[in-house]
């Protein structure tokens, strides 16, 4: 595609709403699009047809240096059933003398002048009905006759020759119709696109200018309905099915890499994350029910994260963040606008989104890029880590082992405590993921020359949703070790010191010294499964390990020195919440990581698809320290977002319980509990919120208990 078409192109947004049909009951008739020009795309597209010294119009140049007329920074907006059109103006009428300009008539301020859009054959162009000269602060401002004369003169001119040729975009659209239209319906959509014109309505609106495309839609035969419930799919249906998902998240961590690599706007990175995170977390509820017969969840998917980040783009854009790249990235968004927005018009045409819509989508973005946007891996992503400031989490010394060992016979009555073994894989009902401990990024080790100091008997294993719930707190607590007994030192002063007491020196040796602490918890810990033999040193050991991660965790983090306290409380009840203090169980008489059936793993059951390229996948599984210490950024990284970019307020409990609930279900799901949620998340959120309180009133875990009854809870 030419420079010329990309650019015209780049101008057009089709949004879905009010959408007007007229067609026959054999499926025949004329479809309308709305096609709505957004504004800020629009004085991107003017500055660079109009403003092209080096960002500024020079609309009159007399004799000498002294007599210019020059325009910069056009802001297009809505005002009044109007297009307004706002200029920084800048205005010299005068004599050279040597090298001093002696100037009866200087002015700098703003031009302002509205304007009524119009089509002109396939021409979009905007016709200025009035004019005012402002100052700095908006409000009318004189200059001499002469001045104000020679404004309306060249200004309205040039203004005037801006124009949008509408007809390239329509060969932009239909090629990414096509490339989503299957064979069985390409020749129907084909002879629907090749009636597409451009008709002459146009309107101000608050989002943009609208116009109007029609088309006319074929005789088709009348479909088959639809079944009245879900059904399951197949496994073919299934494997295509987990391929278009990966495929769009994919794509979307190409397009986001693309963004936050060009701005360090935090902003910006931090609204690229949340949606990356959200829809993550919605690819993953997805997974756990691939069924037919309802709406297309990828569409629906790719539909709503779309729209979110043409919103963030936008901002950007108005933000000034993406420099010279802003009119194509816009152009990237009001592409896959415009394909939905045909979609949505003409559904009984058939189109779906393919993997060639999401090539032409990404080559528009980047054209000189020649990676694949839809390569999809497990692998640990240095480009997202830099973007996104993810540290690498503490890692135990020695090498990684990511084999199975034997579990060691039990005693004939630490069985009793547990429930029967069960598989800490995917259930059977649960789509199936490549494992990410059979990629080479880390290679098998031997066996542990160390045995873990536990004794082992069998543990239950889950088969939890993505969204998962630990029990309910109705089982009698154990006796075991208060925290104050087993905490450390260096987390107690950590985490109750406020930061101030903290001089820059202090914290690399306050941190170091916990460090080695940390290390020998790891080894201990290394392999070991709880059961009723050492319930007790599990829990303690358990216990120092979640206060050493939380403190070593806050002391590198800024925030503010009253949370510490609830900072500790919700690591504890996360760990309790989604893992019941565990890291491994046994499986087949072999110790194996803990993980759900939604492939959330170890002690903080971080998400593999979520943090997928943020996190290495065979540490989160095998490495008590590297899970704790990675769920633990998390929690900070959201605890930060939601009280201070999110606006979250109350007492501390409720910024617990808003942390979890975006831990759970993404960052825009903080507020969930304060709704009228579904009931698998509100029976979540209730059970957090009691394991919280628990916490904080000093009611130790009951660790056998939680395990036996982990995956018959909510969620699970």
């Known amino acids: 595609m030419t420079r010329a078409v990309r650019y015209f192109f780049a101008i057009v947004i089709l949004m879905p709403a009010s959408l007007a049909r007229a067609q026959s009951p054999n499926g025949g008739g004329t479809v309308t699009v709305p096609l709505t020009i957004d504004y800020q795309t629009l004085s991107a597209a003017m ?31 809505h005002r009044n059933q109007t297009v307004q059109l706002e200029t920084d103006g800048h205005l010299s009428i005068g004599v050279k003398f040597g090298a001093t300009c002696v100037n009866p008539i200087v002015w ?29 602060h908006h409000r009318k401002t004189l200059i001499a006759g002469k001045g104000f004369d020679l404004v309306k003169r060249y200004f309205i001119p040039r203004l005037e020759t801006f124009e949008f040729n509408l007809n390239p975009i329509t060969d932009q659209l239909k090629q990414l119709a096509m490339a989503a239209s299957p064979p069985d319906v390409a020749q129907r959509v084909n002879a629907a696109l090749a009636t597409l014109r451009v008709m002459p309505q146009i309107a101000a609106l608050d989002d943009g200018i609208r116009a109007t495309i029609q088309l ?51 902003q910006f990175r931090d609204d690229l994350l949340g949606l990356l995170l959200d829809s993550r977390a919605r690819l993953v509820a997805a997974l756990q029910n691939p069924q037919s017969g309802g709406p297309d969840p990828v569409r629906l998917l790719f539909l709503e994260i779309w729209r979110r980040l043409g919103d963030i783009v936008r901002a950007a ?8 790249r802003s009119l194509q990235f816009l152009e990237f968004v009001s592409a896959g606008d415009a394909l939905f927005a045909f979609d949505q018009a003409a559904p009984a045409l058939g189109m779906r989104i393919s993997a060639d819509d999401l090539r032409r989508l990404a080559h528009i973005m980047a054209p000189q890029s020649t990676v694949d946007p839809l390569a999809f891996s497990f692998a640990e992503d240095p480009e997202l880590q830099k973007m996104f400031n993810v540290q690498q989490p503490i890692e135990s010394e020695g090498p990684l082992e990511t084999e199975p060992i034997e579990a060691p016979s039990p ?33 098998p080790s031997p066996a542990p020359s ?38 450390d030192l260096d987390a107690l002063r ?52 979640l206060d050493l991660s939380a403190a070593n965790e806050y002391a590198s983090w800024r925030g503010d020195p009253s949370d510490r306290a609830t900072y500790l409380k919700l690591a504890k009840a996360v760990a309790w919440q989604e893992s019941c203090w565990r890291q491994f169980v046994v499986h087949r008489n072999r110790i194996v990581f803990l993980e759900s059936s939604s492939h959330d793993v170890g002690l903080m059951q971080v998400n593999r698809l979520v943090w997928r390229g943020f996190y290495s996948i065979p540490r989160l599984e095998w490495d008590i320290l590297y899970n704790s210490s990675a769920g633990m950024q998390i929690l900070a990284r959201l605890m930060d977002d939601i009280e ?73």
Request: hydrophobic share 35%.
């Open 47 to 77: 500055k660079q047809q109009v403003f092209t010294s080096g960002g500024r119009a020079i609309l009159w140049q007399g004799i000498g240096d002294c007599n210019y007329l020059t325009a910069e920074n056009p802001v297009l907006s």
């Open 108 to 136: 700098n301020g703003i031009i302002q002048a509205e304007t009524a859009p119009y089509v002109a054959g396939t021409m979009l162009k905007l016709r200025i009905t009035d004019l005012n000269l402002l100052n700095a």
């Open 216 to 266: 006319t839609l074929p005789a088709m035969p009348t479909a088959a309905p639809t079944p009245a419930q879900p059904v399951q799919l197949t496994g073919a249906e299934v494997t295509a099915f987990e391929t278009q998902l990966d495929q769009w998240d994919a794509f979307l961590v190409f397009a986001i890499k693309q963004l936050g690599g060009l701005s360090p706007d935090p």
């Open 317 to 324: 854009a108005r933000r000034g963040t993406l420099g010279d």
């Open 411 to 443: 005693a004939p009555t630490s069985t009793a405590s547990l429930a029967p073994s069960m598989t800490p894989q995917a259930s059977p009902s649960a789509t199936p993921i490549p494992s990410a401990t059979s990629t080479p990024a880390e290679s």
């Open 450 to 487: 160390e045995s873990p100091s536990a004794t082992i008997a069998p543990a239950a294993s889950p088969s939890a949703t993505e969204t998962r719930a630990a029990p309910s707190l109705s089982g009698t607590p154990t006796a075991t070790p208060s925290s104050a007994s087993v905490f």
């Open 494 to 545: 950590l985490l109750v010191s406020p930061s101030s007491a903290w001089a820059a020196e202090d914290r690399p040796t306050a941190t170091t010294g916990i460090m080695p602490k940390l290390q020998a918890l790891g080894k201990k810990l290394r392999r070991a499964v709880v059961s009723s033999d050492n319930a007790d040193q599990y829990h303690a050991d358990m216990e120092r390990l």
């Open 644 to 716: 201070k970019k999110r606006g979250a307020s109350g007492s501390p409990g409720d910024l617990a319980r808003s942390v979890y609930a975006a831990y759970n279900g993404g960052p825009s799901a903080y507020r969930r509990w304060r709704s009228h949620e579904p009931p698998m998340q509100r029976a979540i959120d209730r059970s957090f919120w009691e394991k919280y309180q628990a916490v904080t009133n000093g009611q130790p875990i009951d660790i056998l208990t939680c395990a036996a009854q982990w995956d018959k809870s909510p969620g699970h």
